[in-house]
Structure formats: C-alpha cells, structure tokens
C-alpha cells in the first residue's frame, strides 16, 4: 500500500491536513494515537515504561502521566532514546497491523518526528505541513496550553523548518486561508490516487 509519511513541527496543522486526506478516502493512522494505544493500562509498553522511568510517570489511576513523561524526556535526552527504544518497535507494530486491516487507497500516516527518528525509510512519500515558527507558538498555546518555555523545549527537540522541508517530498503551506489547504489537498489526493494505482 501507497504510505504517505505526514509531518511538520508542533501547531504546524498536520492534524486539520490528516482529516481533510481522511474525508477523501485515505486511511488515516496516527502515530500519537498509536502511542497512547501502546500505553494503555496492563499493556505490555506502559509496564515496560514503568520498569524503565518508575513510578513517578504514572497518575494515581495507574495511567501514563504525559507530562510527566515530557518533563523526564525534554530534560534529558538519554531519557528520550530510552524511551523512543521501548516505544518505537511496538509503535511500528500496530501501525503494520491497521494498515494490513484497511482497504483504502492509499495511508496517510502522521509522525510529527518522522524527520528527528530518520524513518524516512518507512514511508513512499514525505508530505510536510510548514507555516513559520511565530505561527507554531502561537498555536500550539492556544491549542495546548503549554508554557513559552516548554513551547521552546518542545521546538528544540525538533526538526528546524528547513531540516523538515530538505526531508519533503510534498509541502502543504499552512500559513494562509483553509480554503488554499483544501485546494492543496485536493491536488495531492489525486496525486496519490495515481501513484498507488501504478503500484
């Protein structure tokens, strides 16, 4: 199957781009879902979480406590290989299964790190979603809530812009009018369409 690789940085609108591919008819996968899947409690991975950072990453309902995860990972970047060691494989695992499960088209699948964990390899087509950064901040504390300072923490950890758009196949500008992604999406739907027939 046709497997587009959709990323961009934080607040950059990869989740508004995912469902307009959806509503088109490709199938959507997203990796943040796919991780929290991967951690629900008596799950293998959030055991496996727990051996690795204690106890402390988990609420008192026995949950993954995502920001404490994030305080641990974004400070320490041993942390964050750690984890991205336990999670990756079985987060590449379940996406294997849904995708071997769909009969769409084509998948879309959203990695907001796909340039930072070098799996380019994993995907026929890179799409980035790009709008500047003053517009990613701006979003994303809107959106999340989130800190100036955790905002940057989370920037640094990522791809720069041009990093992202080097890695890109296909680009979708989102710093302008929904109605100019619409027509963008379009475009690329079709696009992919041709592409996945020819396979």
């Not at 690789?5 to 996968?29: D, H, M, N, P, Y």
């Not at 812009?161 to 999406?185: C, F, H, Y």
């Amino acid at each position: 199957m046709l497997t587009v690789g959709l990323t961009g940085g934080i607040g950059s609108g990869k989740s508004t781009v995912g469902r307009l591919f959806q509503e088109r008819g490709a199938a959507l996968i997203d990796s943040d879902v796919v991780a929290r899947q991967v951690v629900e409690p008596g799950s293998e991975g959030l055991e496996r979480l727990r051996e690795a950072f204690g106890e402390t990453i988990l609420d008192a309902q026995g949950h993954l406590d995502r920001s404490a995860m994030r305080e641990v990972i974004f400070q320490n970047s041993q942390a964050r290989h750690r984890l991205e060691s336990l999670l990756h494989p079985m987060i590449w695992a379940e996406i294997d299964r849904q995708k071997s499960e769909t009969n769409a088209p084509y998948c879309m699948l959203v990695i907001p790190l796909l340039v930072e964990s070098g799996s380019q390899e994993r995907v026929d087509r890179v799409l980035v979603v790009d709008c500047p950064e003053d517009m990613q901040r701006s979003r994303a504390s809107a959106r999340d809530g989130v800190s100036p300072q955790q905002i940057q923490a989370i920037l640094d950890a990522q791809a720069t812009r041009a990093q992202r758009l080097a890695a890109a196949d296909d680009v979708i500008d989102n710093s302008g009018a929904t109605e100019a992604i619409a027509t963008r999406v379009d475009e690329l739907h079709r696009q992919y369409l041709d592409l996945a027939d020819a396979r």
